[in-house]
């Protein structure tokens, strides 16, 4: 099993499966690609190619058990085979030069020196350039070798360790993370667990159940009163390790804890009152998100209301609108219908109340409401790290320049003679320019 492990043949069949589902999955349309509109019309329509979609398309797909034991196994044979590498330079503490998968280039110089001076020379040259000398020696022949750029083994292990970090992401992610929405109310305390509204695939029983979270000073700014320029509050959250105030933005999210809170939508919410013989029948901020044709709520049974915001008020004759976004004068209209019949039609300011059929109606106040995305994902962070480690072995692994030189000591019938062949991982046209220099000294005597 652990030969398996090692086997760079192995890794290789395995990313390769990888890759190939990935791009497969990642030319389907999901519910993260179409809109919810277009989903559910996909699923009534063509429930067969829905079914495929909904399994096989990237989002679905990694949190496929299968697809996730193939990226453990690419990581784990990704981590044998680095730690067998290491273990093999802990012992003999010397790196193994594979000179077949190498660049070489050979030349052959006469030398006016004799065998044993030029042994001396070559191997006091090596020793100066910093390379790591050896020798191997025969009544024949003298071979001394130099080494250099061992720098590059550790790229390479970093290289190694960044992509088991990746290749972890996607197990940790699917495990541990967690993706969905709240909305939240202006200066409301919520438990986030309760409030959440998780996305498919994911459990709001994950959110710890003392996580308590509200929106504080929410803003909404305009330019020229129509264009959306910036939005952003203050979020307060606490369980039962401490609390914080965090501010956020769009763009600019708030971290708590390993969650991570990301403004999504922004709206009005006017605080609407209903009040009979003292007793209050209805009193609720309420969220609205159809600025234009309003929104719809259920009061009591049977008796419904339609409520519009207009934050610039302005009346011309009939016709009523917002003169801009910008809160310059905020009025409410409240419609109430029982079954299709509208019995109550009113415009109310900010503390303002009117009576129908001995119910008091009004509109104290009104806040601002926002929809957070909350989501949890640790696997960013592998990713993070599994990416800086692998352009820093990247870099190791190309600026070291790997080579080898090896230097034969023979006679060239009455002369002696040496051959001078290197070895490169990479470079070659810069090996032979190495090579052929090394060797024009030592034909001159001047190294």
């Known amino acids: 099993m652990y030969r398996l492990l090692i086997s760079r043949r192995v890794a290789i069949y ?20 179409l809109s919810a509109e277009k989903w559910l019309e996909l699923e009534r329509k063509s429930p067969t190619l829905f079914w ?39 012992r003999s503490r010397t790196l193994l030069f594979e000179k077949e998968k190498a660049f070489s280039f050979a030349v052959t110089r006469s ?43 550790w790229g390479s292990v970093a290289f190694h ?52 979270l509200q929106v504080d000073h929410l803003r909404g700014e305009y330019f020229q009163g129509q264009y959306r320029h910036d939005f952003g509050g203050e979020l ?28 999504s939508e922004y709206g009005n919410a006017p605080r609407l009152v209903l009040e009979r013989d003292g007793e209050t029948l209805f009193d609720y901020y309420l969220n609205l998100r159809h600025p234009v044709e309003g929104d719809r709520f259920d009061l009591e049974p049977g008796l419904r209301a339609l409520v519009l915001f207009f934050p610039d008020f302005y009346r011309q004759g009939d016709r009523i609108g917002s003169r801009s976004r910008r809160p310059d004068n905020p009025v ?37 409401w926002v929809t957070l995305t909350v989501t949890k994902e640790q696997g960013v962070l592998l990713v993070m790290i599994g990416s800086l480690l692998g352009g820093a072995g990247l870099l190791a692994r190309f600026l070291s320049n790997e080579r080898r030189i090896e230097f034969e000591i023979c006679r060239l019938g009455e002369e002696p003679g040496v051959k001078v062949r290197g070895y490169s991982r990479y470079y070659p046209a810069f090996l032979e320019k190495e090579v052929l220099a090394i060797a024009q000294k030592l034909a001159e005597g001047s190294c």
């Open 236 to 263: 307060a959250l606490s369980d039962g390790r401490g609390s914080q105030r965090i501010p956020f933005a769009v763009n600019r999210p708030a971290n708590f804890r390993g969650y991570q809170f990301c403004l």
């Open 14 to 33: 395995l990313l390769s499966v990888l890759l190939v589902v990935l791009i497969a999955s990642a030319l389907m349309p999901s519910n993260l690609t």
């Open 161 to 212: 360790a960044g992509l088991v970090c990746c290749f972890l992401a996607g197990p940790v992610t699917v495990f541990t993370g967690f993706s969905g929405e709240v909305t939240v109310t202006e200066e409301v305390s919520l438990p986030l667990r309760t409030a959440m509204v998780a996305h498919p695939g994911h459990d709001a029983a994950a959110i710890p159940a003392e996580l308590q």
């Open 332 to 368: 409410t209209l409240v419609r109430l219908f029982r079954e299709e019949r509208e019995v109550f039609s009113g415009l109310f300011k900010p503390g303002e109340r009117q009576v129908w059929e001995g119910t008091s109606i009004g509109i104290p106040d009104y806040r601002h």
């Open 52 to 90: 495929i979609y909904a399994h096989l398309s990237t989002p679905f797909l990694v949190r496929n058990p299968l697809f996730q034991l193939v990226s453990l196994l690419l990581c784990l044979s990704t981590l044998a085979c680095t730690a067998d590498r290491v273990v093999k330079w802990g």
């Open 111 to 153: 030398s006016v020196r004799d065998p044993d001076a030029v042994r001396d020379r070559v191997e006091g040259f090596l020793a100066r350039g910093g390379w790591q000398v050896s020798r191997e020696q025969t009544e024949e022949l003298t071979v001394i070798s130099g080494q250099k750029g061992s720098s590059g083994f």
